[in-house]
């Protein structure tokens, strides 16, 4: 009796957040040719039941739901389920869609006066690849030495000063980073976005500058994003950059977007919110390592992992507003995960 009781607690709390995510659907992107047999809501709710309830693999998504009606009706297979190859084949999809979806629970968070995201935060956090070590000397030869079993292809080697080398995949995301009464708004995810080790941040930050909500009025960022382009985009968006002291130091700015962003990050004011970094994107990346198993990823392949890492940020989200609209401390969520596992 218990254990059926507990079933039907899990069952209840999942089912309320795939309500949740249906609410967040944004407007279906167009495409060519012959429209899904299953809707882009349908496959999104499933993916985010898979990794709430940490089911690595493929079949065990389709076993779940299978065995569970509840939770497959309110994904949206009343009418049966996916083969478990169209599971795969649509979950690498899914990673160009994440950025519609998130963007659409930031603007909820937002709209419902949760957070301001005035100040945001972003950086890269490397995870790494399932499998042996392939070495960059090999890697460049293209050969995979005998008796080397189930390396990653995809993954490439990437340095953080933090991590050192580290052969896998990087996740960069955006939260909400603005100050008020301690500890300050909630570090609530904004946007999130992967790629294989060797991403770019200053890069990445450009093309998805686009994500951020227009609220947003300060950026803190690190030397890694020193990128006169960055800088000059940021500009025109009206977004201040704050990176730290030391990356104007070696040399005097020479052209004037470089001038003002040396001006701005070295108001006092600017001074101490940069060291909002430390209690808020940095222990974001550990926060999220250990509440969904992922410090190193879950998949092989790059087209997975595209999907999979910002996902996990999708998710968090959705907890999150969950929190909000109960009256919870809203980062608090790792009891709820337990609760749904």
């Not at 950025?99 to 629970?105: E, F, K, N, S, V």
């Not at 000059?232 to 962003?261: E, N, Q, Y």
């Amino acid at each position: 009796m218990a254990r059926t009781r507990r079933r039907s607690g899990e069952t209840g709390w999942l089912c309320r957040w795939l309500r949740r995510v249906g609410r967040l659907q944004p407007p279906p992107p167009r495409r060519r040719g012959h429209p899904d047999v299953y809707p882009s809501a349908a496959m999104v709710k499933a993916f985010f039941a898979m990794t709430v309830k940490k089911i690595k693999r493929f079949q065990g998504l389709w076993n779940y739901l299978n065995n569970n009606r509840p939770i497959r009706l309110a994904c949206g297979f009343g009418g049966g389920l996916p083969h478990r190859r169209t599971f795969t084949r649509r979950f690498r999809r899914v990673a160009s869609e994440l950025g519609g979806w998130m963007q659409r629970a930031a603007q909820e968070a937002i709209g419902r006066g949760y957070i301001t995201a005035r100040v945001v935060a972003a950086d890269k956090s490397l995870h790494p690849a399932r499998g042996p070590l392939w070495h960059a000397r090999d890697r460049r030869r293209r050969r995979v030495p005998a008796g080397l079993r189930g390396v990653d292809r995809d993954s490439r080697w990437g340095y953080s000063p933090y991590h050192k080398f580290v052969q896998g995949y990087a996740e960069h995301t955006i939260i909400n980073a603005t100050p008020g009464t301690t500890p300050g708004e909630a570090r609530f995810p904004l946007d999130a976005v992967a790629d294989t080790a060797q991403m770019v941040e200053h890069e990445v930050l450009r093309q998805r500058l686009g994500q951020l909500p227009t609220t947003a009025r300060k950026i803190l960022i690190d030397g890694q994003y020193d990128d006169t382009g960055l800088l000059s985009d940021l500009r025109g968006r009206k977004i201040a950059p704050i990176l730290p002291a030391g990356v104007f130091r070696k040399a005097a700015p020479k052209s004037a977007v470089r001038r003002w962003a040396a001006r701005v990050g070295a108001a006092g004011v600017n001074r101490r919110l940069y060291q909002r970094r430390r209690t808020t994107i940095e222990p974001h990346f550990g926060l999220d390592k250990k509440r969904f198993e992922n410090h190193t990823v879950w998949f092989y392949g790059l087209a997975n992992n595209r999907t999979h890492l910002p996902l996990v940020s999708f998710v968090i989200q959705v907890l999150m507003l969950d929190n909000f609209e109960q009256g919870r401390p809203a980062e608090d969520i790792q009891w709820l995960l337990d609760a749904a596992a």
